[in-house]
């Protein structure tokens, strides 16, 4: 058997195809990134059709890159960005629509009718998760209204799935027969899925108004999922997992109460809790972490934040006080401190553990003494600032107390941002040697399903550590600015 692993990896911003070899190390990279659309205030939209044109591209890319052929791969896995819908017509093979973006908040009139007398809480006893616009299941239904495809969709002519069922549906034959189907990760983001049974629930079908017909087959997250045809001809499809999650397969977090954190467009803290779900009462949410072919689901509780590495990018686009992302660090650097500036970035609301809606971001603290430097210095530690307070909920749902915390994502690469994290956890924050965990997770499973791997305590002794901040800032410094960024997230409330 071959041991290259190929990973294609759908993010809200790119996608890209990396090979592996045996070591889980990274043989090539190919990558493109996609058209961004924002057409009203609050709403996402990305093109699935130039989505999967940038797929082959990146395929066939890292395959040359490589020197390799479809024939020398054991398995390829898929991870993809979560929660954002695809609706197509699957004679014709095209979308019916732009896809809605799981950042996109324009289902909130919609979720508040859902939660009617009972609340934002109303499936969270089934689903794990609130009522919110971030989820898949809404946004489906307000395709199917606004583009009045309810009928259609009732008799099957319409399919409905998240970037990982568009994506395998056309890696494996598309209108000649691809695979409709969805991993149970990303099925757990939908409001569709029984949490417990890990099975298509008909009365939240019928609730949220989204047909069952339309609704992909659920397989597990690893195992022998189907032959991939195309660019990958021949090559056993073996695992399809939510980038979040296959982030925490990368990381070899199979144990209950190991957690890892992404930082992307936006941040994803993922604490295991086994075999059984736990419900959260403090803002987080129940999720499926993976499950293997053949065993029982493994669960997570989740703190999902909107808006960290976009915040960065917006510095960039839209305020224009740096050319590069990579200028933010050394900007950041040059004051001493955020010179008491706090940036709240609720651009789409807030995530976990609010759950606020109606906050919008605000920057508070200016003074004719404010620079551009502590205003980046500030983007940054939001990030930092949103992490705790999603730990201090994972503590107070799970009893788990954080010893250390694994992280991954492209701003593990800013340093001052690293040690600040590590200041106001008060743990060491430790990254990988590896650290493309999402696509790496995605090629693990994949690996798995096949054989080349023996069992995830093989995986497991592959995980290394490359860099570790520890915390340099004491107890008060640490609680004062805390109690500072709390104040600041208080004045975001309200505006929407």
Not at 421 to 431: F, H, I, P, S, Y
Not at 435 to 453: C, H, N, S
């Amino acid at each position: 058997m071959s041991d290259l692993v190929g990973a294609l990896d759908q993010g809200t911003t790119s996608t890209r195809f990396m090979l592996f070899d045996h070591d889980g190390a990274v043989v090539a990279i190919d990558q493109m990134e996609h058209d961004q659309s924002f057409p009203r205030p609050g709403w996402v939209e990305h093109d699935p059709s130039q989505i999967w044109e940038n797929s082959l591209e990146v395929i066939e890319g890292g395959l040359d890159r490589a020197g390799a052929r479809p024939g020398d791969l054991a398995a390829v896995g898929v991870t993809n960005q979560r929660e954002t819908v695809v609706l197509w017509d699957p004679d014709s093979g095209e979308p019916v629509a732009n896809a809605i973006v799981w950042q996109d908040t324009r289902t909130a009139e919609l979720c508040a009718r859902l939660a009617g007398a009972e609340g934002p809480d109303r499936f969270r006893d089934r689903t794990g998760l609130p009522l919110a616009t971030y989820f898949s299941g809404p946004k489906a239904r307000w395709l199917l209204d606004e583009l009045d495809l309810g009928d259609a969709a009732s008799r099957g002519e319409i399919l409905f799935g998240t970037i990982d069922t568009w994506l395998v549906w056309n890696l494996t034959g598309g209108v000649d027969g691809g695979r409709h189907v969805t991993d149970v990760t990303n099925a757990s983001r939908t409001m569709l899925m029984d949490l417990a049974t890990t099975s298509w629930d008909s009365d939240l079908s019928i609730e949220l108004g989204v047909p069952t017909h339309m609704l992909p087959e659920i397989v597990p997250s690893v195992g022998r999922i189907a032959e991939c045809s195309g660019p990958l001809a021949g090559v056993p499809l073996g695992a399809i997992l939510g980038d979040q999650q296959a982030a925490m397969f990368g990381q070899a977090c199979f144990a209950r109460g190991e957690a890892k954190n992404t930082y992307g467009t936006g941040n994803f803290m993922l604490l295991n809790t086994g075999t059984e779900p736990v419900s959260s009462r403090s803002g987080l949410i129940s999720t499926v972490a993976y499950r293997i072919e053949g065993e029982e689901a493994v669960y997570a509780l989740e703190g999902s934040i909107a808006v960290t590495g976009a915040l960065v990018q917006w510095l960039r686009d839209n305020l224009g006080i740096i050319e590069e992302t990579s200028e933010v660090e050394e900007l950041a650097a040059s004051v001493e401190d955020n010179g008491d500036v706090y940036f709240v970035p609720a651009f789409s609301g807030l995530f976990a553990p609010h759950w606020r809606p109606d906050a919008r971001g605000v920057i508070t603290g200016l003074t004719r003494h404010t620079t551009k430097a502590h205003v980046a210095r500030a983007a940054l530690e939001a990030a930092a600032y949103q992490t705790r307070d999603v730990v201090e909920a994972m503590a107070a749902d799970s009893g788990v107390t954080l010893a250390e915390l694994k992280v991954d994502g492209g701003m593990t690469g800013n340093h001052l941002l690293m040690q600040f994290q590590a200041d106001v956890l008060g743990v060491d924050v430790v990254r990988p040697l590896v650290t493309e965990t999402t696509a790496l997770g995605a090629a693990y499973g994949a690996g798995l399903a096949v054989g080349l791997w023996d069992g995830l305590d093989e995986i497991r002794a592959r995980w290394a550590e490359d860099t570790r901040w520890s915390p340099g800032m004491g107890e008060e410094e640490r609680v004062r600015l805390v109690d500072r960024w709390h104040l600041a997230v208080e004045r975001s409330y309200g505006w929407a």
